[in-house]
C-alpha cells in the first residue's frame, strides 16, 4: 500500500516508511483536495472506506499546517485483500488526476 500511494503524483504520506517500527496504517493527502472529499470519494466510486479528519492528534496535524483539512487514514488488517489495496491505489490515482 506504501509503495503504491507514494508512487502516485500529489500524493504525500505520513509517518514511517516501510521497515520502520510503525502500525499497519497509513496517512495521507492528496494535493487540492480535502481529506473528507478523498474519503468520500473512495467511497462513493470505489467501495473503499478510509477515516478522515485529525484523530484527536490536532497538534500533529496542526504542526503538519493540516489543520484545515485534516489526512486521509487507510489501514491493512488480517482481513483486507489484495483486491482492495489495489483499488485504493486505483482510486486515489483517479483522484490525484493521474488517470
Same mark, same amino acid.
Given at each position: 500500500m506504501w509503495s503504491g500511494l507514494s508512487a502516485i503524483d500529489?500524493? =504525500?504520506l505520513y509517518g514511517p516508511a516501510p521497515g520502520l517500527p510503525r502500525t499497519p496504517t497509513v496517512g495521507f493527502t492528496v494535493e487540492g $483536495?480535502?481529506?473528507g472529499q478523498i474519503a468520500a470519494r473512495l467511497s462513493d466510486r470505489f467501495g473503499i472506506f478510509v477515516s478522515h479528519g485529525d484523530f484527536y492528534a490536532s497538534g500533529v496535524t496542526g504542526a503538519l499546517s493540516l489543520t484545515d483539512s485534516g489526512l486521509v487514514r487507510a489501514g491493512c488488517a488480517c482481513y483486507t485483500t489484495e483486491d482492495e489495496v489495489r =483499488? $485504493?491505489?486505483e482510486g486515489v490515482t483517479t483522484l490525484a488526476g493521474r488517470e
Open positions: 500529489g500524493v =504525500r $483536495l480535502p481529506s =483499488r $485504493l491505489i
